[in-house]
């Protein structure tokens, strides 16, 4: 059978069959693994626990440990860097999770959890995007068909946005402002017309996550220099760990190599501090993520080349792919970003800064209660450079109304043709119900 006459399931389930087959089940994951101690399974045998995931993964059940330990995963990666064997044990636990769905549902049901799950992200993102953005700003970031096609003159890269950052866009506004300042050749793609199939994968439909990332892949696949520009990274992940080596199997090849934008403004970090004339003078502190390899360091060094920026170190925990990855451990979750804010009072920090997108959302509205400011590192690049864009998300949640939020609005609801009282609802659930740290009672 010639490589590309095999499914995606077929050829992912030959991946994980040979990532099995490597596991020597040391244990050193779960040793290097935050979760452990906050889902209650310290106590475990470490060999015994992974030794589990294995059982999991080829059957869908397992010890208890080992089921709570793959649904407690933050996709911190630190068991990446901890085993010797060349396995990759955060993809381990996610075709665990998959084990596990497909043993409690048929597919009919796996499906259907998925489609829902994939329409509710398609609603919120296009609502609250709306309620931020006109038209032509939209379009910008590819949310307008004409934008999304394929050029006729290829760009040098692919930004691929993902869906989420698209409820802050003011964060790949900026992204783009500064790539437009550089000089950089770039084509936008993103939100759920691009979907990467982390949605239909986490409910166990793994034909259904393949033939969306397969299809994205293709649109994403026509920059010149063979690049693509990450923003998300949960889609990051979703790519590098499972879609795109799944499709090298099925292929024989790779169609494009993926780059987090932050690793990417680094290696251009010369051309940058070029760029970065004003002063910006604050003493800020990073709020850090560390999931993907590098990208905290590469922020950490952006930060520190802005004149005028002092970077304090809380000494804080740094665990989880992104905010939203650390939410399957909430009680863990608030005492951390509680203790952040608290460490940044009593630093005298000037801003509590973030990366990515989902803890900008869920940290900013705490501006309101706390002497310092949440802001995002690319507002902080784009002073020195003498670029702004308004954080609308944050004027709006720190509101904490959702009838003056609709009101605020009124005239962008009008220009999309949304239904007020169902773009209400959204605001609730999906801005002001994100919002794992409750905001300081009577404030």
Known sequence: MQANDIS????????????????TRCGKCVEACPSVKPAGIADARPEAIIGGILEIVRGG????????????????????????????????????????????????????????KYRDLGRDVTVLSRLQLDGEVLARLGQRSASVATPTDAADFVFYTGCNVLKTPHIALLALDIMDALGISYQVMGGPSHCCGVMQLRPGDVEMSGRMGASSI????????????????????????????????????RPFE?????????????????????PVEMRVALHRHPGVAGVMEAAA?????????????????????????????????????????????????????????????????????????????????????GLQRQDRYKELKIMQDADQIIAECGDLIAQHALDPSKAREIVVKAMLGDQPLALKAGV
């Open 258 to 278: 993926m780059t987090p934008f932050m690793r990417f403004l680094e290696g251009r970090l010369d051309q940058l501090t070029a760029h970065l004339r004003r």
């Open 61 to 116: 059940d397992g010890p208890q440990a080992s089921r709570i330990w793959a649904q407690s995963c933050m996709l911190s990666g630190e068991c990446i860097k901890a085993c010797d064997e060349a396995v990759n044990p955060r993809f381990l636990l996610a075709m665990a999770r998959v084990a596990m769905a497909k043993a409690a549902h048929e597919l009919p049901e796996r499906r259907r959890q998925g489609v829902e």
């Open 301 to 385: 060094k952006i930060l520190q080349a802005i004149p005028g920026i002092t970077l304090v170190d809380l000494k804080q925990p740094a665990v989880g792919l992104q905010s939203v990855s650390v939410g399957v451990l909430p009680a863990f979750k608030r005492e951390l970003q509680l203790n952040e804010l608290n460490a940044g009072r009593d630093a005298g920090i000037d801003a509590l800064v973030t990366v990515y997108h989902s803890e900008h959302r869920e940290l900013c509205a705490h501006e309101r209660d706390w002497p310092f400011r949440i802001v995002n590192l690319l507002e902080l690049v784009g002073a020195s450079m």
């Open 8 to 23: 995606f399931e077929t050829a992912l389930g030959e991946r994980v069959d040979q990532m099995l087959d490597a596991c």
């Open 218 to 253: 293709e649109k994403l696949s026509h920059a010149k220099s063979g690049q693509v520009i990450s923003w998300c990274p949960s889609c990051y992940v979703q790519f590098t760990e499972t879609t795109l080596p799944t499709i090298e199997r099925q292929r024989g090849a």
